[in-house]
């Protein structure tokens, strides 16, 4: 059973309950500039920061914006000259392949070495400090590290492989695009790994006992309850790592603009080291507004991809 | 029990003429009308900054204040002795030094400016003020350069770069020149005449065999793998012959590597060097972190390089084995890039008056001898009339030979030459070290420089 009180009947009928006259303007108002007022930091804040921004972001990529010198209207001119900028997309398909290597690649690393530590046995502290170390101290500084340990004259990379017998003379790894390629995926690996192990370890960690003690009953091995048991439980876990690191090698810059600069030619140009350089070193600010368009609308689309997989599994 | 929705709210939705609603709507259209005009009021504006009549009668009279000195980090040293002197040589007028870290010149002040707060002097690479003196960024200083006493003898190269339409936009104020060094003892061993470097391709190329064959030792050093080293040691070659790979006016520039026989030769002449086992081990790799280690071991006969580099590492007794030369063109003409800094007041800057006054300090003669003890060129032929060519005898080829220097008159400098993505890089890499024609190259070469110059130039 419900009951009505007078103020909800003044609200459902527009009439005071009481008198059936008419409710007075001014209240109603002092209610709707209440609420108004309430919503208005938040809205300004939005404003200022979101709406704003990206309203003056638009009208940039619809001019030339140079850094300086006169701004003129060129209506849609840079989203024509994006598509057919053959570096620009030659940068597009080259981040893609290094987003796709890097995120596998990162994900596969991190469980492995999840597996290894989530078990609370002896060394296993060590291991998880150890690991997450990298992420700590940073890609930059890395990144510079790097650049150091890859020299063909002095780097120990070179050292390693020299005294180890597999190379016969000095390499000079960052010549070659595709080998740059390879030392940074590993950098960056080597880097996000020990972010990966702690949120998939924490999610084998979450899962009963009682699940792998059922799948040994029904005569699951090791490997059969890795991939029956803790892979499918740990879904929602590799989907998040996925998405994250997926955007995040989409946006990847720090170490190509350390380590290569994006040559040797375009070999290591991803997309926002181009967009970089046409902002700030050719200072065509307009043109490379409208190609962070381009890039958000398929960061966007592979984004949605990725979380309509997720749902349909 | 039922959740109905504030009554304000609830009105607007149910107002029979819906009034509300359309306030609202009218509101939010009226909102993003105005945000799209505010921000279409904004593209309209520009950051081109006021100009300071510098032909003012009162102009740089009387200076006092603080001025902001940017300078790039390279070029800290001199920009530190020369502030202090200006600060030791009168109270008025006080520096603010800021260094920026190398390459971030040109982005810093661009920054500045779209922000409308610049430093009252710069000093960018050279190669750099074109790109703000083509675009109203610096204030015009002709009357106040053509009217100093020593006008006819500053560096004409570093003066051209300066300039745009026939206004002059700074004042060169040290200089960084590309000299060809050889090891005079190895040349002696080497039977050569070690007073005389080579002075066209194939006496470059002769000399280089000639002191290979000394056991232990190569020919020639060079980077092959630093856009901006190859840039400022090896297109003098070129040059020599006014041969760039891009010429034309600022701004309408056109490619010019079909065709270019001076270019062509050059490329030749390192892909000889190259093949021929004359350059150092690793020179296809050679990022420049050891930039003539090997010459200055005395390893190495001939060294394409750079004065500060080899005077500042050298002991007494190698420097006096030396010979150095401006680069030869193929058939005999030469040539050398005039590298260094010119100082610029930047429109709308806070202080011009002072800040004239002290790039007027720093072109004095006192100040460019102090400069060459720091292994930078003066900027001043006239220096030479004093005792500078004993107490320098390695820099008077390069001072002597000046105004026939290059300093790389274009606004796209580093999209051209200076990056790893440059056309310039690619094209040396591939026509010295790969095993392909040198046609398919050069073709290669031609199409990228007339893209770059196509996208940046719209």
């Known amino acids: 059973m419900t009951t009505t009180t007078p103020y909800q009947t003044q609200l459902q009928t527009g009439k005071s309950g009481k008198t059936g006259k008419k409710a007075p303007r001014r209240a109603s108002r002092r209610d709707s500039y209440t609420g108004m007022l309430m919503l208005a930091p938040a809205v300004l804040l939005v404003a200022v920061f979101v709406i704003v921004p990206l309203v003056f972001a638009v009208v940039i990529s619809l001019t030339n914006w140079p850094l300086v010198g006169e701004v003129k209207f060129n209506g849609v001119e840079n989203y024509v000259t994006a598509f057919a900028d053959t570096v620009f997309w030659g940068s597009i ?9 890097s995120t596998a690649l990162g994900i596969a690393v991190g469980y492995l070495l999840a597996m290894l530590v989530r078990s609370n046995r002896r060394g296993a502290g060590l291991i998880r400090t150890a690991v997450f170390l990298p992420y700590v101290i940073g890609i930059t500084s890395l990144s510079f590290v790097a650049i150091l340990e890859f020299r063909p004259d002095s780097g120990a990379l070179d050292q390693l492989l020299l005294n180890l017998g597999i190379t016969s003379a000095p390499t000079a ?90 040559g040797p030619g375009t070999g290591t140009l991803t997309t926002m080291l181009y967009v970089y350089n046409k902002a700030f070193g050719d200072l065509q600010v307009g043109y490379a507004t409208a190609l962070s368009f381009v890039v958000v609308v398929i960061a966007a689309g592979l984004t949605l991809i990725q979380f309509r997989v997720m749902r349909e599994d | 029990m039922m959740h109905s929705p504030p009554a304000g709210l609830r009105r607007a939705q149910n107002s029979p003429d819906g009034g509300s609603r359309d306030f609202s709507r009218r509101s939010a259209l009226m909102l993003g009308a105005a945000a799209v005009a505010a921000t279409f009021g904004l593209s309209g504006c520009s950051a081109v900054l006021p100009e300071t009549d510098v032909a003012a009668a009162n102009f740089g009279k009387n200076p006092s204040g603080t001025i902001r000195f940017w300078c790039r980090a390279t070029a800290f040293k001199p920009a530190q002795l020369i502030v202090d002197k200006y600060h030791r040589a009168q109270q008025a007028v006080r520096i603010d030094l800021t260094v920026l870290p190398e390459g971030q010149m ?38 106040l350069i053509n009217g100093l006493p020593y006008a006819e003898y500053l560096n004409k190269p570093l003066l051209d770069v300066a300039s745009f339409n026939g206004k002059i936009y700074g004042l060169p104020a040290l200089s960084n020149v590309s000299q060809l060094f050889w090891n005079k003892e190895l040349y002696e061993k080497a039977g050569l005449n070690p007073e005389k470097g080579p002075g066209n391709y194939a ?3 002769e000399h280089a065999a000639a002191v290979q064959s000394i056991n232990g030792v190569s020919g020639v050093t ?42 062509r030769r050059t490329l030749e002449l390192y892909r000889s060097f190259y093949r021929e086992g004359l350059a150092q081990p690793g020179a296809e790799a050679d990022s420049g972190a050891a930039w003539g280690q090997d ?70 003669l006192e100040q460019q001898s102090e400069l060459a003890a720091l292994g930078w060129y ?31 008159p274009t606004t796209l400098y580093t999209q051209l030459t200076n990056t790893v993505q440059s056309p310039w890089l690619a094209m040396f890499r591939e026509a010295v070290f790969s095993q392909e024609a040198l046609d398919d190259v050069l073709q290669r070469g031609h199409e990228e420089t007339a893209r770059v110059l196509k996208v940046n130039q719209a």
């Open chain 2, 222 to 263: 060079f980077t092959g793998n630093s856009a901006g080293i190859l840039g400022y040691v090896i297109q003098p070659h070129f040059w020599a012959d006014r041969s760039p790979f891009y010429n034309g006016p600022l701004g309408h520039q056109q490619a010019a590597v079909l065709g270019n026989e001076p270019l």
């Open chain 2, 106 to 143: 040109t982005t810093k002040l661009a920054t500045a400016i779209r922000g409308g707060s610049v430093p009252d002097v710069v000093a960018p690479d050279s190669v750099t003020t074109p790109v703000f003196s083509t675009r109203d960024a610096l204030t015009d200083l002709t009357p």
């Open chain 1, 173 to 262: 790894w960052l010549l070659d695009g595709t080998s740059a390629t390879v030392l940074i995926v590993l950098l960056g690996t080597y880097v996000g790994a020990g972010f990966t192990m702690i949120i998939l370890m924490s999610g084998m960690q979450s899962i009963p006992e009682e699940l792998y003690e059922s799948a040994q009953i029904d005569g699951a091995g090791r490997w059969k309850q890795e991939f029956l048991v803790t892979v499918p439980l740990l879904k929602r876990y590799l989907g998040l790592l996925t998405v994250m690191g997926f955007i995040g090698a989409v946006l990847a810059f720090t170490q190509f603009f350390i380590i290569t600069g994006g």
């Open chain 2, 295 to 364: 010459f200055l071991k005395g390893t190495v006969g001939l060294f394409p390089g750079s004065y500060d580099l080899v005077v500042g590492s050298a002991t007494p007794e190698f420097l006096d084995k030396l010979g150095v030369s401006a680069f030869p063109g193929p058939d005999g003409n030469v040539s050398q890039f005039s590298g260094g800094a010119v100082l610029s007041i930047p429109r709308g800057a806070a202080n011009p008056g002072a800040a004239w006054d002290f790039i007027r300090f720093v072109g004095e």
């Open chain 2, 203 to 205: 006496e470059y190329l």
């Open chain 1, 93 to 101: 398909l080259y981040t893609l392949g290094f987003a796709v290597i």
């Open chain 2, 378 to 408: 003066p900027v001043r032929s006239d220096i030479l009339k004093t005792g500078f060519a004993e107490k320098f005898p390695l820099m008077v080829p390069g001072m002597e030979r000046m105004n026939e220097g290059f300093a790389a």
